[in-house]
């Protein structure tokens, strides 16, 4: 085995022959396709482009050629490590070698003496070209590639990498007759036989492009007198100065157009900075057809600007429907406005989607109706775009606006409908939780646990027995994991909004668990409403507030309910003062939903004090009650909103036997028939199967009225 420098030497030459034949092959010369020739001819004439500093010049495929040339040499010499018995050391070399070689190139030109000087040396142009371009890399790098490291294996790699690429794109035609005019100067110059013509008409193309402050035109310049030359052979200097002079104005003219151009987009810009270059080198045929490119891109925009002002006159058109009421139309119009964006952008689209279900959604929550089943609807539309792997913030943003248009829906919905919407909810939020994390996404990750929170206490509210109590506990658990980010001084109305949600589940928790644990969890509730209002108050933040006191009203009603006595009273009395503060903010008019959710719990608490109050007294608590549950009816209604209505009649029967009770004679026996029809009704919403826990308590309590009306009147039967 040879020294390693001769072994370097071997496989220099082989390395350079592989290449060449690879490039050989790529052009057709062995039986390759006639249509990679153009392709490949572009590609090879890059490399040597990217050497000239003329990169952008010869098509887009320059990087990937360099990139071949490297990739056959580095094979080579990887074969040739492996023979040397896999010295570590050498492939170690090698590899820092290609890396380096890659991004020192960029900084090697080869100016116009130089190539001359190579172009006519006895060595030939690829052997010359290559030494020239060493010497810069030798400056890039001289760790790796200086004079001194001549014997190393990086050095050889980059040298059989630059003679391979400048060879083949020598021997490219493309190349060559791009280059030929401005190489037969320098070649003229470089060896002394710049005839008297051919000097003054130099002098005359740097006096024109001084004159016409064009340097950017000097290649333009050479090659059309080099062309008016050829085609006027007769014509004189002065004929060439004033055709050349009318080119320089024309050149002028026409940069001024590009440059209005680039005030378009700036996909435009980079197309029209393109065709300057083109124009530049004399390439009219390409900088056509940049120019053609850029004109499909403007009328594209064009097009895309016309279309949003018709999407914004069609979302017009859907407020317009959603201030009429008609949720289902204002949904059409929205879709229709967001398939105008799709053909175009469809992101642009789907981002449009999840923008025109926040009004719905809105609408949804205020008046009912429709509006929350269209907001799920375009939140699918819009999933059946954005993509887990690919968009992952917008697909987690869209997850919870499902998750929370699902959970309102859901809310609203009795039987195993609204059953199926709660569960979706829960699946939308937990779906997004795995792209948001706490610790990457802190303010999402807290928001997206509250919103679960919800969802899962509402699902507790609806189901009996152990598995509604573990729902209601992932519920707390929720809302606490998101208080780990909230905090009152940082994220002062999150953190408010948390702890009342919180109230919520356990407000729920402590009503159905028995003392002293249930008095604990609404004492729990309490404090955290209490929390809450250090926050919200009615001159800021009016509607939290009166949400709050609201959520307040409850847990007091619900301790009053289980505590005796003078206590137990007052905070009955608490319940009821909470209530109506609430009452000074919502209005049937502009609130109706939490208008009417706050007088069915102030009939609610209006009801158990008329229960613990004797005489006139408790019958007038009472009527107030059943006129707090009347008007909550006037906006809940069977058909939009099941659950509530259910509730409202439950709560109706409730005061309705209390006031048949303490009514004697037939007066008596008609309030304990309203009572039972009421319990029918809130029956008919009622299911065991999904709203199990208030289905086993009203079935119970119309059984009872039942049969205390049955032995009024001395009937037996038992009730339907």
Known sequence: MGT??????????????????????????????????????????????????????????TARVLTAQRKAVLEGYAAFVAAEGDDWALRA?????????????????????RLAKAAVSPEGFAEAATAAVMEALGKERPDLFGPEKAKTLPYAFARAVITAGLAAAWQNRRFYDALEPALILEM??????????????????????????????????????????????????ADLETFLTAKVAEYKGLRERLAALTEADERVQNIVAAAQDAIDRGAFDEADARLADAEAIQQEERTLREVRQQVQIRATRAQTKLLAGDADAALAHFQAAARMLDPFDPDEGARARDTFLQPLRDHGLRFGGAGLAGAATLARETLSHWTEARHASPWARTQVWLGLALQEQGGRTAGPDGAALLAEAVEAYRAALRVYSEAGHPLDWATTQNNLGNALRNQGERTPGPAGAALLAEAVDAYRAALRVYSEADHPLNWAATQNNLG???????????????AA?????????????????????????????TNLGVAFSNQGGRTPGPAGAALLAEAVDAY??????????????????????????LSNQGERTAGPDGAALLAEAVDAYRAALRVYTEAD????????????????????????????????????????????????????????????????????????????????
């Open 641 to 720: 909103h099941p659950l509530d209505w259910a509730g409202t009649q439950n709560n109706l029967a409730t005061a309705l036997q209390n006031q048949g009770g303490r009514t004697p004679g037939p007066a008596g026996a008609a309030l304990l028939a309203e009572a039972v029809d009421a319990y029918r009704a809130a029956l008919r919403v009622y299911d065991p199967e999904h709203t199990g826990y208030y289905f086993e308590k009203c079935f119970a309590a119309r059984d009872r009225v039942a049969a205390r009306l049955r032995a009024l009147d001395g009937d037996d039967e038992e009730p339907v």
């Open 93 to 113: 070399d090698l590899t820092a070698a290609d890396s380096a070689l890659a991004e020192a190139l960029k900084g090697c030109v080869l100016d116009r003496q």
């Open 188 to 237: 003229a110059r470089g060896i002394g036989v710049l005839d008297e013509r051919t000097r003054r008409m130099e002098a005359m193309l740097a006096d024109l492009v001084a004159r016409g402050g064009t340097g950017e035109a000097r290649e333009l310049l050479e090659k059309l007198a080099t062309g008016f030359e050829a085609e006027n052979p007769k014509a004189g200097l």
């Open 4 to 61: 390693l420098t001769d072994n370097l030497g071997n496989v220099a030459a082989l390395c350079v022959g592989g290449a060449a034949v690879a490039v050989a092959a790529s052009t057709g010369t062995l039986g390759l396709a006639p249509g990679a020739l153009e392709t490949t001819a572009a590609a090879a004439g890059g490399l040597i482009g990217g050497v000239l500093g003329r990169k952008d010049r010869f098509g887009p495929e």
């Open 580 to 605: 109506h503060a609430a009452l000074r903010v919502y209005s049937e008019a502009d609130h109706p939903l939490d208008w009417a959710m706050t007088q069915t719990n102030l009939g609610v608490a």
């Open 521 to 549: 969890l609404l004492a729990d509730a309490v404090d955290a409403y209490r929390a809450a209002l250090r926050v919200y108050t009615e001159a800021d933040h009016p509607l939290d507030w009166a949400t709050t006191q």
């Open 504 to 518: 919520n589940a356990l407000s729920v928790q402590g009503e159905r668990m028995p003392c002293p644990d249930g």
